[in-house]
């Protein structure tokens, strides 16, 4: 059964610093990793998409890293400000006929002013 | 707009009523995803919708639940005799195709007295 992990849970940092965030599952058999931001009371913003032939993608200040065999996937945030502030979760799409996310349990990011 | 919209945003009943979810899709999104979001469970999968095939309904928790997208657009969940536990925030998500990035509405906040 896939499960996914977020490290940390939670993370402060005061605003221009580059931070990482990480993601991990245990079946490396994905299709695709999406990282996502979720504000509070809202829906989920798509942020980036790696498909499982990939190593990274990038969008703006975001970098998303993706090591399937080893489980992992990083996404890093350059320059962070205020506005970033949010829950950060990433998912997994299995392989094969599986379509459904399965969702990491999410990192809460504060970037102090 | 031009997001995933759905409907009520909030939703307050009594323990043992029926409530409906609504959701509208991205147009031209082929496939449409429930989830649900509670504070013990994280984000979970509840069902899937591909087209014209037969959904994948295997994350529903109990027969309580059930869903259906009619003119492969709009799509309601139903939760019959809706118990306390059943509270939670129910997200529905659209993507152009299956493996594409899913695009999310901002949910219904259900809440069951």
């Known amino acids: 059964k896939q499960e996914v992990t977020q490290i940390p849970a939670a993370l402060s940092v005061p605003e221009g610093e580059n931070l990482v965030l990480n993601c991990s599952f245990t079946d490396s058999a994905i299709y695709n990793l999406q990282w996502f931001r979720q504000d509070p009371g809202k829906g989920l913003t798509s942020l980036l998409l790696?498909?499982?032939?990939?190593r990274e993608q990038t969008s703006g200040r975001l970098n998303a890293s993706l090591d399937k065999s080893s489980g992992r996937s990083t996404l890093y945030i350059a320059a962070s400000q205020p506005g970033d502030s949010a829950t950060y979760l990433c998912a997994v799409r299995g392989g094969g006929a599986t379509n459904k996310l399965i969702f990491g349990t999410g990192t809460l990011l504060a970037v102090q002013p | 707009g031009a997001g995933v919209s759905q409907s009520p945003s909030n939703k307050v009943t009594e323990k043992g009523k029926d409530v409906e979810l609504r959701c509208d899709p991205i147009?031209?999104?082929?496939?449409l995803y429930w989830y649900r979001q509670s504070l013990g469970q994280g984000l979970e999968f509840l069902i899937y919708f591909q087209g014209n095939s037969a959904p994948d309904k295997s994350g529903l928790p109990s027969d309580r639940f059930s869903a259906e997208r009619t003119g492969g657009s709009v799509s309601t969940l139903t939760i019959q005799r809706t118990q306390q536990e059943d509270s939670a925030v129910y997200l529905c998500?659209?993507?152009?195709?299956?493996?594409?990035?899913?695009?999310f509405g901002d949910g219904t906040r259900l809440s069951i007295l």
């Open positions: 790696i498909q499982s032939s990939q």
């Open positions: 147009s031209g999104h082929t496939a």
């Open positions: 998500a659209s993507s152009l195709s299956t493996g594409g990035p899913q695009h």
